[in-house]
């Protein structure tokens, strides 16, 4: 009789398996199908927006604008997806079948709204990212999706593109360097893996990273990330006129008065001030340890800093090595707040940095600001090659000089 039994059970699975199983693996076809579409249509967009920037229809800042729309529509249409694969899961098989069926009509009559992004974009700040919330929807979502589409280059650069926004630039540069295998050298994936490149070594461009920048320039002389990281760089690095070059030439691609075109023009005015500086024009001059000696720069909020080298890595540098100190928010992007430039043999030296070391004009210390402070050694003179920096945090304002010694190797 037990046996009987048993053999009854295996039949009832037997049967019960054989009426799923077609259901189950149709539900899984349909989801991989679904993500394939909005993928397909995603790329089909990117390929005729890319078009029109060659072109000459679309600005470099119009390009990116509408990128980031592409991007948002995705993330809209992945989602949708995963909201009717689980409401489809409770109710009638029919149902799951209609919806199929309707769901590309669906994803085509959006992607034809989609394409106007002229009158989207003018709602869009240009530097505007994606809540903490919606950046972490969007990585789990975009991992789905080159899971699903392992050889979609443009899966990848927008799972780049979600990690950078999560301040995760070590995640992002494997993102964009399989996007680069896949789509080959396009100037926006080829910056955008140096950029990330560039805040995973801690703002320093290694020569991977340069050598991207100098094939994405190649490839297109106004690419907006490409001369806006060389214009940081070679204004870290005390090129003054080099940083302003890129930065004209980037501002040339931009919409005149927009927000972005607002703070580059900021750049290129700062740069010219520290221009000025150097030839020895008015403004806030340097003494021979690095302190300013206005009275102005001294009623500004700032962080008094003593930069010390260790014997040990003395010994090992040339006269050409050149020293950087700059404070950065330790919750927010890596990119300098404040940052100042020494010669070896001024060190140790005693600063202040304050709002006048700013690398952007919009930017301000504040009393009571908590940041992290970096001292970085580069053996060139070059900030993309630094080889050993120390660090250590510091309060805007406090009483006191925080010291930081040169002690650990760049990694």
Known sequence: ???????????????????????????????VDRTALNVALYEERVAELDAQRQSGVLSAEQHELALEEASRLLLEDTARADSQQRA????????????????????????????????????????ESPPPENVE????????????QPESGEAWFMLGRAYMAAQQPGDAARAFGNSLERLGERPEVL???????????????????????????????REPTALGLLGIA??????????????QTLLGGMQPGSPGAQAIQGGIDRARQRMGEVAGEPGVELSASGEPSTLESGEEPGIAVRV?????????????????????????????????????????????????????PEVKLRAGQQVQLIARVSPTGDPMQGSHQGQTEAEVGAEGRVTVTIDQPVR
């Open 234 to 247: 070679a204004f870290e690095a005390g090129d003054y006129s080099g940083a302003i070059g890129y930065w």
């Open 1 to 31: 009789m037990t046996d009987f039994w048993l053999f009854a059970a295996l039949l009832v699975v037997s049967g019960v398996v054989a009426v799923l199983w077609p259901i189950w693996r149709h539900h899984r076809q349909e989801r």
């Open 191 to 221: 910056a955008q893996l140096a950029q990330a490149r560039f805040f995973a070594a801690g703002n320093t461009l290694d020569n991977e990273a340069v050598a991207a920048l100098d094939k994405a320039l190649e490839l297109d002389p």
């Open 308 to 360: 010390e080298l260790s014997s040990e890595i003395a010994e090992e540098l040339n006269d050409q090595a050149v020293v950087f100190v700059f404070a950065r928010d330790p919750s927010g992007p890596p990119m300098p707040l404040v940052a100042r430039r020494f010669t070896l043999d001024q060190l140790p030296a005693d600063v202040t940095l304050t709002s006048s070391d700013a690398m952007l």
């Open 137 to 148: 929807a969007l990585i789990e979502r975009m991992q789905r999706v080159t899971s699903v």
């Open 88 to 127: 489809t899961r409770r109710g009638n098989p029919l149902w799951l079948i209609v919806s199929a069926g309707l769901l590309p009509v669906v994803v085509v009559g959006l992607y034809l709204v989609w394409g106007n992004f002229a009158g989207m974009a003018l709602h869009r700040d240009l530097q």
